[in-house]
C-alpha cells in the first residue's frame, strides 16, 4: 500500500500537480517568500500555453536567479528530508532553478511601459492596482519597450517590481522573453501556509476588450486533493473549448 500511494504521488508530481515554494519577494503581495504553491503540470500537456495574467513557474532562461535573493536551506538532514519528499512531489526541490512570474505579454503582443506611465499590451493600458505591491510604481524603475514578444515567447514580470529582476532586466537575452517551452505550469492555489490557502485568478483588467485574454478563476483547493479537480476541470473546459462548447 505505502509503494502504490508512493508511485500515485509521483505519478501526480510528474504528470498532474507539483509544490513549489516561492523563495525571494519577487512575487508581493500576491506571494509572500516561504509560500507554497501548487503548479498545473497537466494542462501544457494538451497544447495550452501560458495566456495573460496568469502566474507561471519556469525554468531559469540562462543567468536570470543570480540577481534573486533566495531562501537558505537548514543542514544536511532537512535537505535529505527534503529531497525524499520532493521526489514524490510533497514537498518543492531545492535543487531546481526554477522562477514564479506574472504573464504579461504573449507571443505576437507588443508591451511597453514608459517612466510615471502604466504597462501597456497592445496600446491598452492594464489596470494593475489589484495585484502590484502597495506604493510600487509599474515600471518607474525599468521601463521598456515597445517590445514585440515573438511567437512561443512570454513577456513575464513579478508583482513587486521594485524587487523584481523580470523580463525588463534580461533584455540581452530574447528581449528579455521566456520560451513557453520553458515552463513547468500555472500556479493555482496557494496550499501553505494554511491561512493563505487561496487560489490565484488571472485579474480582470487582462479581460478588457481588444486585449485578447481569458480570465478565469479557478475553484477553491485544499492541498493536492483539491488541486488535482482543478486541473482536470481546466483541461476539460480546454477540449469543449476547442469544440465550442464552454461551458
Not at 497544447?47 to 495573460?52: K, M
Amino acid at each position: 500500500m505505502v509503494g502504490i500511494a508512493l508511485l500515485l504521488a509521483l505519478l501526480i508530481k510528474t504528470f498532474l500537480v507539483q509544490a513549489f515554494s516561492i523563495p525571494s519577494d519577487s512575487m508581493q503581495n500576491t506571494l509572500q517568500r516561504g509560500d507554497r504553491v501548487l503548479v498545473d503540470k497537466l494542462t501544457p500537456w494538451f497544447g495550452a500555453e501560458p495566456e495573460r495574467g496568469e502566474v507561471v513557474v519556469f525554468h531559469d532562461p540562462g543567468g536570470w536567479l543570480g540577481g534573486e535573493t533566495q531562501q537558505s536551506d537548514s543542514g544536511p538532514l532537512a535537505r535529505g528530508v527534503q529531497r525524499m519528499l520532493s521526489f514524490i512531489g510533497l514537498m518543492p526541490s531545492a535543487e531546481e532553478k526554477d522562477l514564479i512570474k506574472r504573464v504579461i505579454a504573449v507571443g505576437g503582443d507588443t508591451v511597453e511601459c514608459q517612466k510615471g506611465g502604466p504597462v501597456k499590451v497592445n496600446g491598452k493600458a492594464l489596470n494593475e492596482k489589484g495585484y502590484i505591491f502597495p506604493g510600487g510604481t509599474p515600471c518607474d524603475d525599468k521601463p521598456f519597450g515597445p517590445i514585440k514578444v515573438p511567437k512561443g515567447r512570454i513577456w513575464v514580470m513579478g508583482d513587486h517590481r521594485q524587487d523584481s529582476l523580470d523580463s525588463r532586466y534580461h533584455q540581452n537575452l530574447n528581449n528579455g522573453t521566456v520560451s513557453v517551452d520553458q515552463v513547468v505550469g500555472r500556479a493555482i492555489v496557494i496550499a501553505w501556509p494554511v491561512d493563505r490557502w487561496s487560489t490565484l485568478p488571472v485579474p480582470g483588467t487582462f479581460d478588457q476588450p481588444g486585449l485578447g485574454a481569458a480570465a478565469s478563476m479557478a475553484p477553491s483547493a485544499l492541498g493536492f486533493a483539491g488541486a488535482v479537480p482543478i486541473v482536470l476541470w481546466r483541461r476539460r473546459r480546454l477540449v469543449r473549448k476547442a469544440r465550442g462548447t464552454v461551458d
